[in-house]
């Protein structure tokens, strides 16, 4: 029995101390190179997946009781053996059999190396499947790519060769294209008359044509800002459009600002009171008085200057926080508090011209300011918005006459200024169908593409989400197709037999896509392939062999060996290692190409409970 010194826990340590007791029974070149190359993948964190599991299976079976040697009842063929076991020992197989076991194991899609070292045996293999007679030079991803695009291929896909489609930045997106045929559909009905003002718009450079739809969208958004349930606003607005009462407006804007101001200010400042009747010109006395106490002047009580007689009736009847008048601040105050009177009287006599409710108190003031102040901004833009439209074009039929006039006007321009006139929708989507149908070459057009140029024709948003939908899909397709036939030109350089062979089997819709590769055994392993180029390895002459070419299991991640005829007495011999990892033995007994029953070989073990690997002979006991 091999001490392999193993437990059941591996890591890379103990992978190389059991490779070095493999090689330890030879000493011979191949022996040598197989466990440098092994050594150096197991210190790059690269263990070969078949020296692995034959280490695991030997450490499961340390301890494990012995097991009488029982013939299955039930035939199992090689690949349903190979794909349940990485460890598989073929007994009493014919060369016949082998090379239809190869065979089988090919059309599954297996990678098989066939080793020997009598290079004569390799010669029954030959027929057993695509044959190569040297390795791919592919990566091994580009190889699992191909195989992975021909199994998946279908005729359909096939008759894309040669097809192609426009770049997908140059498709336009289903957002654009659902806009333009509503823009579009638009032009067909058009209530509001915005067909006009497009029409106008269209002929403008864009230099005017965003000053226009900065002066639209200006409007737009001052009429919006009209308090809605204030219908003075707009009934003054409509008056101001038409020019009318636009003094009397003016005036009660500077008189409202002026006065909100004021009745604010006086909100901090002492009480002001009359006490008796003013004559009318009460303001400009205390405006004159005011200017006499500025400029030096002082308030006397004998000797008094004319205009502190002329103002004296006027202060007498004035009360500020209570009392009479004096010093200059109670007289602005006093002066600010009749000018405000004056301000409010004239606000009233505004308010009955242009109908508009008279305020009752500051806040009703300050509301008023507020609601001016939107509309003269209002009146400001609609006359700007009349003056661009009537110089749109020089016989210019669009005017704006009233304030209903210019809300749709504003309107229907910022709608073009945003998306365009439906002429220009239908523009667009025309040129995009010609854009895609002229850049390809007519017999190269997929059928796919044709629907999208169709849709973009006939104004289907729907239909073109649709299209767009399949085209995808044929995208996809073309472009595995494309990939397939760059990867297999590739393998036609090195291995142009296999890639016929593969070809073939894609067009047959065969199963799998695996090769042969006869190789002696020497050379195999003084070359060790790479990681995922080879799944299965098969020894001829597994009876004949010794335990250092067990080093194989670093070719690949499943070993085959075939016990036909006379075999090494001792355990230490490549077979009876095989049995001490409990390898299943397939024997060649069935007329069927390939099949066989699955038995134990004598020193087969049966493994301890919760194992790592459990063989095909023990599910089946």
């Avoid at 499947?129 to 790519?145: C, H, I, K, S, Y």
């Avoid at 629907?451 to 995808?472: H, I, M, P």
């Amino acid at each position: 029995m091999l001490d392999v010194g193993l437990s059941s826990e591996l890591d890379d340590a103990g992978l190389g101390t059991f490779v070095n007791r493999i090689a330890e029974s030879g000493t011979d070149d191949a022996t040598v190179a197989a466990r440098e190359e092994i050594t150096a993948r197991i210190g790059a964190g690269d263990a070969p997946a078949g020296l692995r599991r034959l280490a695991e299976a030997l450490a499961a079976s340390v301890g494990a009781l012995p097991e009488q040697r029982r013939p299955s009842e039930d035939p199992v063929s090689v690949v349903s053996a190979v794909r349940a076991e990485s460890l598989v020992v073929l007994e009493d197989f014919t060369p016949a059999e082998v090379a239809a076991a190869v065979g089988t194991l090919v059309e599954d899609g297996f990678r098989v190396a066939v080793a020997a070292t009598d290079a004569a045996r390799l010669e029954g293999v030959r027929a057993g499947g695509p044959l190569v007679e040297d390795l791919p030079a592919q990566t091994p991803a580009e190889q699992r790519r191909l195989r992975r695009l021909l199994v998946t291929s279908t005729p359909e896909r096939r008759a894309r060769v040669g097809q192609q489609l426009p770049p997908v930045d140059a498709m336009p997106t289903f957002d654009v294209v659902e806009e333009l045929c509503r823009r579009a559909a638009h032009r067909a009905s058009d209530p509001d008359g915005s067909a006009m003002v497009h029409g106008l718009l269209e002929e403008l450079d864009p230099e005017r044509l965003d000053a226009v739809t900065a002066v639209a969208r200006c409007a737009g958004r001052t009429l919006g800002a009209l308090a809605p349930g204030r219908a003075w606003e707009r009934d003054v607005l409509s008056q101001l459009v038409h020019n009318r009462h636009r003094q009397e407006f003016d005036a009660l804007v500077a008189d409202t600002a002026q006065a909100t101001v004021a009745a604010e200010r006086t909100l901090h400042t002492p009480r002001v009171g009359v006490v008796g009747p003013l004559p009318r010109d009460a303001a400009d006395l205390l405006h004159r008085y005011l200017d006499f106490l500025h400029s030096g002047g002082r308030s006397r009580n004998l000797f008094r200057a004319g205009v502190q007689r002329d103002v004296a009736p006027v202060l007498r009847r004035l009360r500020v926080d209570g009392v009479e008048p004096i010093e200059a601040e109670h007289v602005l105050l006093a002066l600010e508090h009749l000018e405000l009177a004056e301000r409010l009287t004239r606000i009233d006599a505004g308010c009955r011209v242009l109908d508009i409710p008279a305020p009752r108190d500051a806040e009703e003031l300050a509301q008023l300011a507020d609601g001016l102040t939107r509309v003269a901004a209002a009146a400001r833009s609609v006359a700007a918005l009349r003056h661009d439209v009537l110089f749109l074009h020089p016989s210019s039929p669009l005017s704006v006459p009233d304030l209903q006039t210019a809300e749709r006007v504003a309107g229907a321009i910022v709608d073009y200024g945003q998306h365009g006139s439906a002429a220009q929708a239908a523009a667009r989507l025309d040129d995009a169908a010609r854009t895609l149908t002229e850049s390809l070459p007519g017999g190269s057009v997929p059928v796919e593409l044709r629907d999208v140029v169709e849709a973009l024709r006939t104004r289907d948003a729907q239909a073109y989400a649709e299209a767009l939908g399949r085209l995808a899909a044929a995208r996809r397709e073309i472009a595995d197709e494309s990939e397939a036939v760059e990867l297999l030109g590739g393998l036609r350089e090195t291995s142009p037999g296999l890639a016929d062979a593969w070809e073939r089997a894609a067009v047959a819709g065969a199963a799998g896509f695996g090769f042969v590769w006869p190789v002696p055994l020497e050379e195999l392993i003084t070359a060790l392939p790479g990681t995922d180029v080879l799944d299965v390895v098969i020894l001829l002459d597994g009876a004949e062999l010794g335990v250092n070419r067990l080093l194989v299991t670093g070719a690949a991640p499943r070993l085959v060996a075939v016990a036909s005829g006379a075999r090494r007495s001792g355990t230490n011999t490549l077979l009876g290692v095989l049995a001490q990892a409990g390898a299943p033995a397939v024997r060649g007994r069935s007329p069927a190409l390939g099949s066989g029953r699955v038995v134990h070989l004598p020193q087969a073990r049966r493994a301890p409970q919760g194992a790592g690997v459990e063989t095909a002979g023990k599910r089946q006991a």
